[in-house]
Structures are given as structure tokens and as C-alpha cells.
């Protein structure tokens, strides 16, 4: 029997009409949709997908939510064993992932994992929620010969990024707000964000000093350098 | 009389189908499509979106190729006053841009000439060439703690970004292929390019040595970091 193939599927950062044309096909012809589940009810992706799925059987994946790297691990390994079982029977299964499946997604671990186990993986590329954010900003990111920097604010201190040369987007802030509000508030630059981009709840924030310091892991930060 | 809209409308990298859906909607909506026309007859905008604006009109915009700023600027000038004066009949243009307009575009200059003139303007990001790149070579851009910078690189010597932390994506190399391969020739880290993604012509390169120096403006080149 031929096996199925694995698409990661880019479900873009919130409003369901971001979806590309090929990601909204992939998700009609899968015989079945893996969804992320970190068990804690927030299937943010699904939410976005839901009204292409109808009717479609959903495959729940264990993902992790800690930073825990054994944790992380074990779920990766289960959920690439419930999808290899599905693919072995030639079942073809799209794997939703908020954002694009390229930047910071569990989606890159699962598809390692189940392309060394022999199957066919295919990425469907997503909008991005910084170019979402820049989007509803109506600000660029990057122009001319000005370079971008996206950091993972909950994993790299002020101090790690804020030297570097170019615009900066801040992603996965989380628990990192009251830390980064005080590091942006010293700096002098532009400063934007953006949290809730295209969801229920969206808010605009410009200054340093009109952050929320109690925003979360849906929030995008934009620093640009001044000239 | 009701003022037009100006819409700054991603296409993507090059295939049709990675447009959003949003996109395409703006696109049938729209009463006339502004499409960045260099005078060389290579409007890969048009090319993309092609297949969604069957019939309609087009207004071709003056676009700069060369990096002289004052030409650059006089191009821009006359393209927001050709717009202007349609949007002021009521009309609601859709300026099309390959990739996402936030990500280094002429869109954005055109977007701050027409917003300053007093019209709304709204953009709709679309998939950068860095997202499909890597969806086309089933990498990721970055995990966990990477950071990712993006590089213009016709305008950033090796040195400039060779050294800072994280994963890079090079755009726009250009001219400069023959310099940045022999850089990158040099440095311990994964390299990959992917040239005319999703366009006729598509190819993929893996390692330094495989890179083609006559590679141009449509290459974006991956390097990751070895842990």
C-alpha cells in the first residue's frame, strides 16, 4: 500500500482568511487533521482552521507546554508514532501549526521525527504573526539596507539583542513582559506591539510606555531603530 | 465623494496558490490592480497574481532598479500621485508586492507618500520568500532559543552579520553571489539556497560548494548554525 504523506500546514497567526489557497486544499484532501494539544483546552490553531475542516476527524497530538526537554521529547516521539501508524495505513494527514512551520513551531520536531521513521513530509508555508503584526501596524519591518532580527524574548536576555545591529520583532515574550517593558522603556527606538493579532481580543499598543506589561505568549513586540 | 482604500497586497514568493485567501478577496474587490513596473519587462507580481485579476485594470507604477535614492524617490513620488488621484475618485486600489509588503518592498514607500496625503491605506501580508524557502528544503528557520536575522545582503558585508548569534536568512544577494560564496565557504554552519522558489526555474542547493554565484535576486540562502 502506498504510504501517506505528512503536510505541516501554516495556519497563519489568527484571522481564518489568512490562510493561503494551497493550505486551505491540503486541509480539504487530508483524510485527517493533527492538532496540537497541550491539554489545557487552547487549540488556538484548530480554532483558526475550523471552519476548512468541517466534518474532518481530528487527530489530538500530545504537546508539551513546559520547557522541560525530556517532556518536550517523549511527547515528539508519541505523537510521531500515533501519526507513522496513520501513514503506514497510506492515510494522508495535515499536521495544523499556528504562524508558519518554519519559525519557532512544534511542527519541525514532529516532522524530523516521522521523515527519519521513512515517510514524505511536505511543509506548507503560513503568514507569519510578525509580518501579521507589521501588517495591522501598517509599518514595515525591514527597508533598504536594514536587517531584522527576530529573538525569542522569553529565552534571550535584553542584554543578548538589544546591541545587535537592525529592526527587532520580539516573539514568545510570556512570562518575560515586566523584564522586557523595563529594557524597552531604556532604549530609543520605535516600539509597537501587538497581541491577539486577528483573534478575539486584538489590542495595539505604541511606546514603551503603553505595553502591557501582563501580556502573553500571543504578543509581538516591533523595535525599529531610529535614523 | 467616498474616498478609495489603498490595499498593499503580498503575492508571495511565486506560486499562485500562496496567496491568502485575503488576498485574493482584495484582489476581485479591488477596482484596478497597481503593479511595480521596473520598465524591464519583468513584473513577477503580475506574473503571480495573475490567474485572480483576469480582466481587470491594471495601473503600472514607476519602479526604481537602481540604488540611486533620488531617482528612487522621484519614482515614488510620481507612483503615489498617479494613485492619489484615483483613490480620491473613489476608486480602491490593490497594490500587488512579491513576498510580504512589511519585508523590504517598494510598497512601503509608496504606502507612507499615500497615507501622508490623507488616504487609508491597509495592508495584507502575504508568505515571505524566507518562509517558502524553507518549507521548500523541509527545514525549520529556527527552534527554541535560535535567533533568526534577516540580510539584506547586496548591502551588508559577511563580516556585518556573519558573526551575530542565530540562524541567518540572506536576501537579495544580488551582484554580491561571488564575495558571499566565498564567505560562506569559510564558516562551520549548514547552508542551503533555494532560487526562483515556486517560479519557473526552481532550484535548490545544499552546502557551500553547490552554491551558484550567478545565482541573483530571487535566491534566499539558509544558514544555520551547527550545535
Not at 493550505?23 to 496540537?36: C, N
Not at 509597537?192 to 486577528?198: E, I, L, M, P
Request: net charge negative.
Amino acid at each position: 500500500m502506498k504510504k501517506g504523506t505528512l503536510y505541516g500546514v501554516g495556519v497563519g497567526p489568527g484571522d481564518p482568511e489568512l490562510l493561503t489557497i494551497k493550505a486551505v486544499r491540503i486541509l480539504r484532501e487530508a483524510d485527517a487533521v493533527a492538532v496540537p494539544d497541550t491539554g489545557s483546552g487552547d487549540k488556538a490553531a484548530l480554532a483558526i482552521a475550523q471552519s476548512y475542516i468541517a466534518g474532518k476527524e481530528l487527530i489530538l497530538c500530545p504537546s508539551p507546554m513546559s520547557g522541560n526537554r525530556r517532556e518536550a521529547d517523549a511527547c515528539y516521539d508519541e505523537t510521531a508514532k500515533i501519526l507513522a501508524e496513520r501513514l503506514s495505513n497510506g492515510d494522508n494527514i495535515a499536521f495544523i501549526t499556528l504562524g508558519d512551520p518554519s519559525v519557532y513551531s512544534t511542527y519541525c520536531y514532529i516532522q524530523k521525527r516521522v521523515a527519519a521513521m521513512g515517510f514524505e513530509t511536505q511543509t506548507i508555508p503560513g503568514i507569519t504573526s510578525f509580518c501579521a503584526a507589521a501588517a495591522r501596524l501598517g509599518e514595515s519591518l525591514c527597508e533598504g539596507k536594514e536587517p531584522l532580527v527576530i529573538v525569542p524574548a522569553s529565552s534571550m536576555k535584553p542584554e543578548a539583542w538589544i546591541g545587535l545591529p537592525g529592526n527587532k520583532v520580539l516573539m514568545k515574550a510570556g512570562g518575560k513582559m515586566p523584564a522586557l517593558t523595563a529594557a524597552l522603556g531604556r532604549i530609543d527606538a520605535d516600539i509597537a506591539a501587538v497581541t491577539n493579532c486577528g483573534m478575539e481580543g486584538e489590542s495595539v499598543a505604541r511606546g514603551a510606555e503603553e505595553l502591557d506589561a501582563s501580556a502573553g505568549y500571543f504578543s509581538v513586540i516591533v523595535v525599529k531603530e531610529r535614523h
